[in-house]
């Protein structure tokens, strides 16, 4: 079981950065895969990056080229660098969480974050804010 708490957003104009921070806590970090989802008032919640226990990443077709998600295992803290950001990007981002077990990385897109928008754990959410 893992608390996560999402930090770092804000508001910037349209072709500028943030790097948004997820730190988790409690036990069993290294057994999820993790993912950063967003929601836009009247929208949707969507998958925009996801990273398995062996590093391997995915991409929404929105965001690839423009988004990278990493993780610092030892500090036990997720990470999305997101670079020429775009008004559409605006939307409340989540952190989340989802027991791996034996699945694969594409299992897990495909089936629960992609699929569904289903994940074990949540954070609470930062704002992101582009302008034009």
């Known amino acids: 079981q893992v608390q996560l708490a999402e930090s770092g957003g804000g508001s910037v104009q349209a072709g500028g950065s943030l790097r948004l921070s997820c730190a988790a806590s409690g036990y069993g970090y290294s057994t999820y895969c993790m993912g950063w989802f967003r929601q836009a008032p009247g929208k949707a919640r969507d998958v925009v990056a996801a990273?398995?226990?062996?590093?391997?990443?995915m991409y929404s077709d929105s965001v690839k080229g423009r988004f990278t998600i990493s993780k610092d295992n030892a500090k036990t803290t997720l990470y999305l660098q997101m670079n020429n950001l775009k008004p559409e990007d605006t939307a409340m981002y989540y952190c989340?969480?989802?027991?791996?077990?034996?699945?694969?990385?594409?299992?897990?897109?495909?089936?629960?974050?992609?699929?569904?928008?289903?994940?074990?754990?949540w954070g609470q959410g930062t704002q992101v804010t582009v302008s034009s």
């Open positions: 990273i398995d226990r062996r590093g391997s990443t």
């Open positions: 989340a969480a989802l027991y791996q077990g034996t699945r694969t990385l594409g299992e897990i897109w495909g089936r629960y974050f992609a699929g569904a928008s289903r994940a074990d754990y």
